[in-house]
Nanobody, 119 residues
Framework: QVQLVESGGGLVQAGGSLRLSCAAS????????MGWYRQAPGKQRELVAE???????NYADSVKGRFTISRDNGKNTMYLQMNSLTPEDTGVYYC?????????????WGQGTQVTVSS
């Protein structure tokens, strides 16, 4: 069984920074993608950034240049450094792990961590 635990959310003023962490435990396969998603009130969950086990990254246009995703494969932990935060970044941030084996994909979600940016 795979478990994802997020941490690092909180309340910050506009222009500030936060660093989120997502620790994965259990049977983690070597070929995987970890990502951060967020959901604002009344809106659909959206991709913020993702990183493959090989280190390739992908960012939503709205966070490019402000957010940096990284991971430590040895610790099965992913990070999201968020700088120059704006109120539009407010939402619940979820960690997602996608694991791949021939012919199948398995998805796991964390419980989410709240990020609130005040103006």
């Amino acid at each position: 069984q795979v478990q994802l635990v997020e941490s690092g959310g909180g309340l910050v003023q506009a222009g500030g920074s936060l660093r989120l962490s997502c620790a994965a435990s259990g049977s983690i396969w070597s070929v995987n993608v970890m990502g951060w998603y967020r959901q604002a009130p009344g809106k659909q969950r959206e991709l913020v950034a993702e990183v493959t086990s090989g280190g390739s990254t992908n960012y939503a246009d709205s966070v490019k240049g402000r957010f940096t995703i990284s991971r430590d494969n040895g610790k099965n932990t992913m990070y999201l450094q968020m700088n120059s935060l704006t109120p539009e970044d407010t939402g619940v941030y979820y960690c997602k792990l996608r694991m791949f084996v021939v012919g199948s994909q398995y998805n796991y979600w964390g419980q989410g961590t709240q990020v609130t940016v005040s103006s």
